[in-house]
């Protein structure tokens, strides 16, 4: 139930609400009316939040010994999720004991305490009033164990080094061991956490040298251990720092209205700009994960890393000599065994024995072999028989309908045929390529019978064109052609072109395809600087309004040029090829190496039929944390804990209300 104010209290609410201009009529009736200030619509609401009236030790304290902290407050508050807001510097080996009870927090530390060390335990906005829930605001306690308190504070900013997403929930620390090896071998000496903008802020900093870290860790050590981590180094050394300096603070009349803007002076603590970006080691240790078979006519195996030597298996309730086609995915973590033999498709548990190579505990790959391990089929071949004779009985009762109808029927059961996933488009752009996916591994495939025609003025043309395989995909295939902006064109693929390793074959095919004219489309040209293009490899990407990816072309001298791009609004981001892999790749904390550089243009950009745009673009001119457009930021900063301020629309009403009384039209 809400609390009740005092008259002084209202009236002091009104000032602030900017309403006493027109309520001054009100003034003496207010003050008169105790009885109607206790009405029973249930008064004034408490928007006041909590306030700190002590603690022991003391806020700030010095040469402190006890482990045990009691803050105490002017009315019962509640603490929201205390493990992942509030935060002990240094960090805390075993977990702290916090909890709210009543007007108080106790903090309970379970660590020694350090000599001549600051403790800070930052409640960022977790601390809240019982009643109303009016948030407090970020909070930080801090006392020490030797004679001063040390004051500065850093700033800045973690990044998923990938795409630049803020990291929310990342711990940052800092080193005064500025080695390599002590982000693996020391906790951190001071810690904060990322909010949802990705942003932090370590408190109770002593004068010195520091570098910054950032992890994700799995076992509350505080240091890197697990290439499973998270993690952002930097190499960049600092020393905190102050200033003196004033801010623009805003002073709110209501929700659409500003009252002033007021001048503050304030403490700037620096640097306030550190830029970490985030990556995770790419996982080498290799394990298999598990052995599948979903389809009776594969089975597959899944490992945690590839391997240039694939597994070799011996069937010990079937021969193995060449029963399978295999099918690798480029990384070669995923195999899958397509069974040749339909007599061993319809057996439903296979017995192998499979060798392979896995990780040991030193990070050697050793020969590792799994005996009489089991590929058994999700579907049963029973069952499998009992739905496909179903099907034939359905089947055959539609055709003693249609005879007896004396409409046209079948005697014989149709064949099934090969039904491949045709991607093409009766709209494509002259850039794109036309694709077909295989359900299942051919046996044989007849290029010939694939025809591609062209219409000029009113009569078809062939095409040249070439169909062929797509690298590492042996069940994918592309066609390849000229297409030209403007014309029409027809796709005619023949019965019979392709036959699957069931002997399955395919029904004939035949699509329309119209290339869309130049006129239709814009043209983006950016001129890019900030960053060598001449000994960089520069990959520029295209987005869409979700962030995928639409196309990619690289920097050619300082230029890259997107053709044929259809009206639209888009964004933009580029990646740095430092090996030249056609690929994104992460770092590599012991080789000191970072992640490859991301960038994004920090704007949209609008692209119309018969536009050429040009923009410049200076990939570090703005820094990295304000590049990525919200639009396409799928970590949305925090929504920051308002007070409700529910009293200033109670005042108005209730003065309105009074007003009209008197015949007093506002």
């Given at each position: 139930m809400s609390k009740r104010k005092g008259n002084t209290e209202?009236?002091?609410?009104?000032?602030?609400?900017?309403?006493?201009?027109?309520?001054?009529?009100?003034?003496?009736?207010?003050?008169?009316?105790?009885?109607?200030?206790?009405?029973?619509?249930?008064?004034?609401?408490?928007?006041?939040?909590?306030?700190?009236?002590?603690?022991?030790?003391?806020?700030?304290?010095?040469?402190?010994?006890?482990?045990?902290?009691t803050i105490y407050f002017d009315e019962y508050i509640k603490l929201e999720d205390a493990t992942n807001k509030v935060v002990v510097s240094p960090p805390q080996l075993e977990m702290p004991e916090i909890k709210a009870a009543g007007k108080k927090i106790v903090v309970e530390l379970k660590d020694t305490l350090k000599e001549n060390t600051t403790y800070t335990i930052d409640f960022s906005d977790a601390i809240s009033d019982n009643n109303e829930g009016n948030p407090m605001g970020n909070f930080t306690y801090s006392f020490s164990t030797g004679e001063q308190i040390d004051t500065f504070e850093v700033s800045g900013y973690v990044l998923d080094a990938s795409n630049l997403e803020p990291v929310k929930g990342i711990s940052v620390g800092l080193y005064a061991d500025l080695t390599d090896s002590a982000f693996k071998t020391k906790p951190m000496m001071r810690v904060s956490r990322t909010d949802g903008s990705g942003h932090f802020v370590v408190k109770g900093v002593a004068p010195g040298t520091y570098r910054a870290y950032a992890l994700q860790e799995n076992d509350g050590d505080f240091r890197f251990t697990q290439k499973s981590e998270m993690i952002a180094f930097s190499h960049d050394i600092f020393e905190p720092s102050s200033k003196p300096d004033t801010r623009t603070d805003t002073v709110w009349r209501d929700s659409l209205h500003i009252d002033a803007l007021l001048q503050v002076p304030y403490t700037h603590f620096l640097p306030d700009d550190i830029t970490l970006l985030a990556f995770t080691h790419t996982q080498t240790d290799r394990s298999l994960l598990k052995?599948?078979?979903?389809?009776?006519?594969?089975?597959?195996?899944?490992?945690?890393?590839?391997?240039?030597?694939?597994?070799?298996?011996?069937?010990?309730?079937?021969?193995?000599?060449?029963?399978?086609?295999?099918?690798?995915?480029?990384?070669?973590?995923?195999?899958?065994?397509?069974?040749?033999?339909?007599?061993?498709?319809?057996?439903?548990?296979?017995?192998?024995?499979?060798?392979?190579?896995?990780?040991?505990?030193?990070?050697?790959?050793?020969?590792?072999?799994?005996?009489?391990?089991?590929?058994?089929?999700?579907?049963?071949?029973?069952?499998?028989?009992?739905?496909?004779?179903?099907?034939?009985?359905?089947?055959?009762?539609?055709?003693?309908?249609?005879?007896?109808?004396?409409?046209?029927?079948?005697?014989?059961?149709?064949?099934?045929?090969?039904?491949?996933?045709?991607?093409?488009?009766?709209?494509?752009?002259?850039?794109?390529?036309?694709?077909?996916?295989?359900?299942?591994?051919?046996?044989?495939?007849?290029?010939?019978?694939?025809?591609?025609?062209?219409?000029?003025?009113?009569?078809?043309?062939?095409?040249?064109?070439?169909?062929?395989?797509?690298?590492?995909?042996?069940?994918?295939?592309?066609?390849?052609?000229?297409?030209?902006?403007?014309?029409?064109?027809?796709?005619?693929i023949d019965s019979a072109a392709f036959v699957d390793l069931y002997g399955l074959v395919s029904n004939p095919y035949k699509q329309g395809i119209r290339v869309k004219k130049t006129e239709e489309y814009s043209s983006l040209l950016f001129n890019i600087s900030g960053v060598d293009a001449v000994d960089s490899t520069i990959v520029v990407q295209m987005l869409n309004s979700s962030g995928g990816v639409l196309k990619e072309v690289r920097v050619e001298g300082n230029s890259a040029k997107f053709n044929y791009v259809s009206p639209g609004k888009y964004y933009f981001c580029a990646y740095i090829d430092a090996n030249n892999n056609g690929q994104w790749d992460t770092g590599d904390y012991d080789a000191d190496r970072q992640a490859e550089a991301v960038y994004y243009y920090p704007r949209e950009i609008e692209c119309k039929e018969k536009w050429d745009v040009t923009e410049s673009w200076n990939l570090t001119s703005t820094p990295r944390f304000k590049q990525k457009p919200l639009a396409i930021t799928k970590q949305k900063p925090d929504k920051a804990k308002q007070l409700k301020n529910r009293n200033v629309e109670r005042a108005k009403q209730l003065g309105i209300e009074y007003l009209k009384t008197k015949g007093i039209r506002l």
């Open positions: 209202y009236m002091r609410m009104l000032v602030a609400a900017g309403v006493i201009s027109y309520l001054l009529p009100l003034t003496s009736y207010l003050f008169s009316s105790c009885a109607r200030m206790g009405s029973p619509d249930g008064g004034w609401y408490d928007d006041d939040p909590p306030q700190v009236i002590g603690a022991s030790p003391a806020d700030q304290a010095t040469n402190v010994k006890q482990k045990k902290v052995t599948e078979r979903v389809e009776p006519n594969k089975f597959s195996m899944y490992f945690t890393y590839g391997d240039s030597l694939l597994p070799e298996i011996k069937g010990l309730n079937f021969n193995a000599d060449s029963a399978f086609v295999i099918e690798t995915n480029e990384q070669r973590d995923t195999i899958h065994y397509w069974l040749r033999d339909t007599m061993l498709v319809n057996i439903d548990t296979l017995m192998m024995d499979i060798s392979y190579r896995m990780t040991d505990t030193l990070g050697n790959l050793v020969l590792q072999t799994d005996s009489a391990l089991e590929a058994l089929a999700k579907v049963p071949y029973e069952k499998r028989m009992k739905e496909q004779a179903k099907e034939i009985e359905k089947w055959q009762k539609e055709q003693e309908k249609k005879k007896k109808r004396e409409e046209k029927y079948d005697s014989i059961y149709p064949v099934k045929a090969l039904e491949p996933k045709y991607n093409v488009p009766s709209q494509l752009n002259p850039d794109e390529k036309v694709t077909i996916e295989m359900p299942v591994p051919l046996m044989y495939c007849d290029t010939s019978a694939v025809h591609l025609y062209s219409q000029i003025d009113t009569l078809w043309y062939k095409a040249e064109c070439e169909f062929r395989p797509v690298e590492n995909a042996i069940r994918q295939y592309e066609i390849i052609a000229d297409w030209k902006p403007g014309l029409e064109y027809s796709l005619e």
